[in-house]
């Protein structure tokens, strides 16, 4: 059973590594790019029957930040 | 008076922290972070700079979940002192001892020069010895430095008098210039800038020496 977990900065929180990456998209002849926000993608294999809630308390304590961080959890 | 300094693979300034302490006449524990308590009888704990666990995931993360950190924790609710410098900021933040968080300086570089600080609160025994408003040389050596809390915690922390420091020229992208702050009982300092470079002549300057005098008289005269 696996989980594949999303951390991304809270909308609001400023991401100055997406703003260097549109920068750089942008030097390099990329346009229209208005915003990019960078994140973090954590895949967890894991027992079968383990639940969505127990990701989610995993996210809680230690794969994200809640304080400037939001995370979704997909379950497969 | 004896101090506790904290030691995580990747700490670099735990014996640094050590020397300052010790210069200002403590007895000084190193404490590995796989031990489950503190020593008998510390009175202050030091969380020292560096990249524990190499920063993955966040910087002070992994840190913040180990097992010695359980017993700072406790320590730190029942009163005892505990200063975070720069990765230990992090570290001590991530752990919940202090609101906020430390994200990449807005900047993206790697940051390491002296930083003049002013300093905000001089009720805390780590800075009381300072006069208020007073300008301190500090330097600083971060990447992930730039102190992010939603307005409401900022309001909070300034209306309770709870930022020990600011800096002068924001360096690194913090909300509201902060280079430290103070839990509300005023026990746990978390600062970016290392007091513990700065506290002999041959550092090229001893501003930091105040911090450590204070939290040790405070706590011989306590």
Known sequence: ?76 | MHAAVIVFPGSNCDRDLAVAFKAVGAKVSMVWHKDTSLPEGVDIVGVPGGFSYGDYLRSGAMAANSPIMRAVKREAERGVPVLGVCNGFQVIAEAGLLPGALMRNAGQTFICRDAELTVENTQSLFTRGYDEGAAIRIPVAHHDGNYFADDETLDMLEGEGRVAFRYVENCNGSQRDIAGVLNAEGNVLGMMPHPERAVEQAHGGTDGLALFENAIKTLVSA
């Open chain 1, 1 to 76: 059973m696996k989980a594949r977990v999303h951390v991304m900065l809270k909308n609001g929180v400023l991401d100055p590594q997406g703003e260097a990456v549109r920068h750089a998209l942008g030097a390099m002849g990329f346009e229209g790019v208005n915003g990019v926000r960078q994140g973090k993608v954590i895949e967890l294999d894991l027992n079968e029957g383990a639940t969505k809630a127990d990701v989610e308390a995993m996210c809680e304590k230690l794969l994200a930040n809640t304080v400037i961080e939001s995370y979704t959890v997909e379950m497969s």
